[in-house]
């Protein structure tokens, strides 16, 4: 199953999906669901910051949809992150506070770096378990599970003047000030950098699969490394891979948008990376989102393309949509906002995509 929530105006949440796993908000906690500024999902829960820095989260307990034993701490809070099944939110005061799975597996981990949690720049996770906080002064701190990339002590004395942090299911890479990048985890799913280590040089921006990296250069030129199959592989398109403005990926294939609009993709064919179907179609893209096996993108008319495992829904296609304003995913479902503001869900018939109940709020906003 899966849910989605929506930020409307009004700093108000809605919600629809399976309930247990966050597509519904308990009665108690719906008057405290305004006025909300960020909201960060994990497998199954929610968390959402609201504009005077305290957290409301809901879900399942074991994916970090109880709070309780942490409330007292999440005040000030400017940034929320995500692992499979645990939070982590970053104070103004530079502090980070976890909560989420119970036996919680990162208690133990994270007292060993607590004194060094503070000061505290940025946070970022790993879809596995494992976050990794960079400090004002440029340093990284990592806890959480060592098979999914918390284990940084091999690459500790290079992670100085770190500018951002990226993770892939079990891994992470690090851009330094000086545009290189440092990476560490789980060596297949895109640890060992290698392999690309004297190409990975002017870094603009890094994107990631389940099991793989794509960094674009500057002047647009990619380079890719980690699972093969998960998009780590890039030979048979490389020559294409010029003139790159983003990227977006699902669990295994990677797209990227050029500067006319045209889009390349590789890695699984199934999950994203052959587009061939509809590649005369991706033309004017302005914006692609990837679910866990496929691709939806809105053209600049407003026209939706998809392609992927469960780019469509239960016949295979998706809904023909032509005034199409931004796509979200969530698991192997897509949903949709379109200019008069109603919402279109579709994927895989194993996720939930029925959002009707929803319609009527929206129409009044």
Known sequence: ETSFAIWVPGGRVLTWGDACCGGAVPPELQARLRRVQQIE??????????????????????????????????????????????????????????????????????????????????????????????????????????????????????????????????????????????????PENGGDCSAVRDRLKSVVHIHSTYGAFAAILDGGTVVTWGYPSDGGDSSDVVEQLHSVQQLASTASAFAATRADGSVVTWGHPERGGDSSRVQERLKEVQQIEGSRMGFAAILSDGALVTWGTHGGALGGEAPELHDVQSIKASGEAFAALQGDGTIVAWGSPHFVTDCSGIQEELKTL
């Open 41 to 186: 999902a994990s497998f199954g829960a929610y968390a959402a910051i609201l504009v005077d820095g305290t957290v409301v989260t809901w879900g399942l307990a074991e994916c970090g949809g109880t709070s309780d034993a942490v409330q007292a701490q999440l005040y000030d809070v400017t940034l929320v992150r995500a692992c499979d099944r645990s939070f982590a939110a970053l104070r103004r005061d530079g502090r980070a506070v976890t909560w989420g799975y119970e036996p919680n597996p990162f208690e133990s981990a994270v007292s060993k770096v607590q004194d060094r949690l503070v000061e505290v720049a940025q946070l970022a996770a790993s879809n596995g378990g494992a976050f990794a906080a960079t400090l004002r002064n440029g340093d990284v701190v990592t806890w959480g599970s060592a098979t999914d990339g918390a284990d940084s002590s091999m690459v500790q004395g290079q992670l100085k003047n770190v500018r951002q942090i990226i993770s892939s299911a079990r891994a992470f890479a690090a851009i330094l000030e000086d545009r290189s990048v440092v990476t560490w985890g789980d």
